[in-house]
Nanobody
Framework: QVQLVESGGGLVQAGGSLRLSCAASGRMFSINDMGWYRQAPGKQRELVAGITRGGFTNYVDSVKGRFTISRDNAKNTVYLQMNSLKPEDTAVYYC???????????????WGQGTQVTVSS
């Protein structure tokens, strides 16, 4: 069983910064894509940023230039550095990892438990 454990959420004032971390552990062969989604109250979950195993990244337009996603493949960990935070960034942030559990298997998506990010104005 694969577990994703997130950390780094909290309360911050507008303009501040937070760094989220998500570490995957358990029985796995490798991890393909990793990323972060968020869900604000009353809204659908949206992709914030994604990163391939090789380091290619993509971002939702609203966070470009403010957020940076990175990963450490040796630690099976993905990070989200969030700068210049705005009240509209307030949401529960979920990490995901597309895990290959054994050689030759197709990836399956695992999710973290979510971490609350609140940005006050």
């Amino acid at each position: 069983q694969v577990q994703l454990v997130e950390s780094g959420g909290g309360l911050v004032q507008a303009g501040g910064s937070l760094r989220l971390s998500c570490a995957a552990s358990g029985r796995m062969f490798s991890i393909n894509d990793m990323g972060w989604y968020r869900q604000a109250p009353g809204k659908q979950r949206e992709l914030v940023a994604g990163i391939t195993r090789g380091g290619f990244t993509n971002y939702v337009d609203s966070v470009k230039g403010r957020f940076t996603i990175s990963r450490d493949n040796a630690k099976n960990t993905v990070y989200l550095q969030m700068n210049s935070l705005k009240p509209e960034d307030t949401a529960v942030y979920y990490c995901h990892a597309d895990v290959i559990r054994s050689y030759g298997w197709v990836p399956s998506r695992d999710w973290g438990q979510g971490t609350q990010v609140t940005v006050s104005s």
